[in-house]
């Protein structure tokens, strides 16, 4: 069956332009994680759907981030003015279960660079 | 707050060695510890997880143990191989996940 999805592959954007990413999570996985990768280093969590339940966005770093899932489906992760710090991988996973505890699926991720 | 650490950094290791990559963390509450590969230009793939009621799993070249005492779990690749060479990040999930931050691992042929 499909995997996780994520478009664009790539994104190259002026710095204080507004970007839009989206992931297309495994059909009929309720949990939806998206992280960041900065060029060689770790997974940096930034925001958790749960099935219904309201968002854990503790790991947003900022309010230019956000991110919403529509019918429990597919998330876009919304970045406005983007900085050149945003510059990263973006990558999203899902998961069949809830609470995290059980294996996430990985997209390929969206390679953001912010000139 | 949790935390997972995880060592070391880099490792380079001749063809058909065997590494060891170690991770500690500090809720006592995780009872699921996945290890995932990350190669170059891809998101991470699980490779081997375990759960907190086995000390051992093993699968052909990988195996991976659990001390729930020490709180702390470790990677083994035997007879490595050059397909082997990637990022790993092993995890450890309670209420949320926790990942560690990685482990570049070099095959020398």
């Known amino acids: 069956g499909a995997g996780v999805s994520q478009s664009p592959s790539n994104k190259v954007t002026e710095k204080g332009k507004d970007v839009e990413l989206r992931c297309d999570p495994i059909?009929?996985?309720?949990?939806l994680y998206w992280y960041r990768q900065s060029l060689g280093q770790g997974l940096e969590f930034l925001i958790y759907?749960?099935?219904?339940?309201?968002?854990?966005k503790s790991g947003l770093p900022s309010d230019r981030f956000s991110a919403e899932r529509t019918g429990g489906s597919v998330s876009t992760l919304t970045i406005q003015r983007t900085q050149q710090e945003d510059s990263a991988v973006y990558l999203c996973?899902?998961?069949?279960?809830?609470?995290?505890?059980?294996?996430?699926?990985f997209g390929p991720g969206t390679r953001l660079l912010v000139l | 707050g949790e935390n997972v650490e995880q060592h070391p950094s880099t490792l380079s290791v001749q063809e058909g060695d065997s590494a060891v990559i170690k991770c500690t963390y500090s809720?006592?509450?995780?009872?699921?510890f996945p290890w995932y590969k990350q190669e170059l230009g891809k998101g991470p793939q699980l490779i081997i997880d375990i759960r907190s009621n086995v000390g051992e799993k093993k699968d052909q070249r990988i195996a991976v143990t659990l001390n729930k005492t020490a709180k702390h779990f470790s990677l083994h690749i035997t007879e490595t191989q050059p397909e082997d060479s990637a990022v790993y990040f092993c995890?450890?999930?309670?209420?949320?996940?926790?990942f560690g931050s990685g482990t570049r691992l070099s095959i020398r042929p």
């Open positions: 809720d006592s509450a995780s009872n699921y």
């Open positions: 995890a450890a999930s309670a209420s949320k996940i926790i």
């Open positions: 059909s009929g996985h309720t949990a």
């Open positions: 759907f749960q099935g219904n339940s309201a968002p854990d």
């Open positions: 996973a899902s998961s069949p279960n809830l609470a995290g505890r059980e294996t996430q699926y």
